[in-house]
């Protein structure tokens, strides 16, 4: 019984050397106080009471949210800012034997890295500079843990809180500049309009003036075309006259035929020409010549 015994004793040793590790995960081994080796993922084995795991080690990336650090800026102005520092663990020997404590190191360095970043940038600059203020960081830090076994991957400034009063001024700021540019905004507004308005009324005067243009050029041709076709019409008329070679007698005639006419009408006063006059004469004297050659015959 005492040898079974023994037995199991030794063989439950033995399997208590036999060790699991999981993903992400490493183990440092020490062999009688000294390191020895780094376990991996997968199966394992370590000497039983002879070798001891000094640290268990998470590989995975880790996001440590510092608290807010007073610094100072170039121009004397203090104010409250907060970092987040993403860090992940390279060489579990390094972060076992490197340091104590890591991450209050890490911490107590990115708080002393960013009082001097800051100290050289005014408030201003301060507040527009972050990408540079967290590439800064980064590689300081990076350069710092890399002794550490400690892979800094990026710094990201979280917060920035200027003074109250400050804070008030920067308001008052922002305001008025909004102001500034919703007033340049309206101006522009007006401006455009009022452009707009005149061009159009401009557009319009011009269409009136051509509509006026073109109406006084189609009434000026109308009349030069029908003063041509009066005119036409007493040339071709004057033309007919001397084709027919019409005597002072003729013509006399026709214009008392014209005159007959125009006694037809409905006009109460009738003005005679001169010539009408003789011709009348001139025809009565003709009828009594006749009426006495007649009184004669019989």
Not at 194 to 210: Q, T, W, Y
């Amino acid at each position: 019984m005492l040898v079974i015994a023994i037995i199991l004793i030794i063989v439950l040793i033995i399997a208590s050397g036999v060790k699991i590790v999981s993903q992400s995960k490493a183990m440092v081994v020490e062999r009688l106080g000294a390191y020895d080796r780094t376990m991996t993922t997968g199966v394992n084995y370590r000497m039983p009471i002879i070798d001891r795991i000094a640290n268990v080690v998470s590989l995975k990336e880790v996001a440590r949210d510092f608290a807010p650090q007073p610094v100072i800026t170039k121009d004397n102005v203090t104010m409250q800012i907060d970092t987040v520092v993403y860090y992940q663990i390279t060489d579990p020997k390094l972060y076992t034997y490197g340091i104590e404590n890591p991450v209050s190191a890490i911490e107590n360095l990115t708080a002393t890295t960013l009082r001097n970043i800051i100290g050289e940038l005014e408030l201003d600059e301060t507040l527009t500079s972050r990408d540079i203020i967290n590439s800064k960081m980064r590689s300081i830090l990076d350069e710092a843990t890399d002794a550490w076994g400690i892979k800094v991957n990026r710094v990201e400034v979280k917060n920035i809180l200027p003074p109250k009063d400050i804070q008030e001024a920067m308001e008052k700021q922002m305001r008025a500049e909004r102001e500034r540019r919703e007033a340049i905004l309206k101006a522009e507004g007006e401006k455009k309009s009022a452009i707009l308005l005149a061009e159009g009324e401009k557009e319009s005067m011009i269409l009136r003036a051509d509509a006026k243009k073109e109406a006084a050029i189609r009434e000026a041709e109308g009349e030069a075309e029908a003063t041509i076709k009066i005119k036409e019409a007493e040339a071709k008329g004057l033309e007919l006259i001397k084709s027919v070679k019409m005597d002072e007698a003729t013509l006399k005639l026709k214009s008392y035929e014209a005159m007959v006419e125009v006694s037809k009408g409905q006009s109460t006063k009738i003005i005679i020409p001169s010539e009408l006059q003789n011709l009348a004469t001139i025809g009565t004297t003709v009828r009594e010549m006749l009426d006495q050659k007649a009184s004669k015959d019989k």
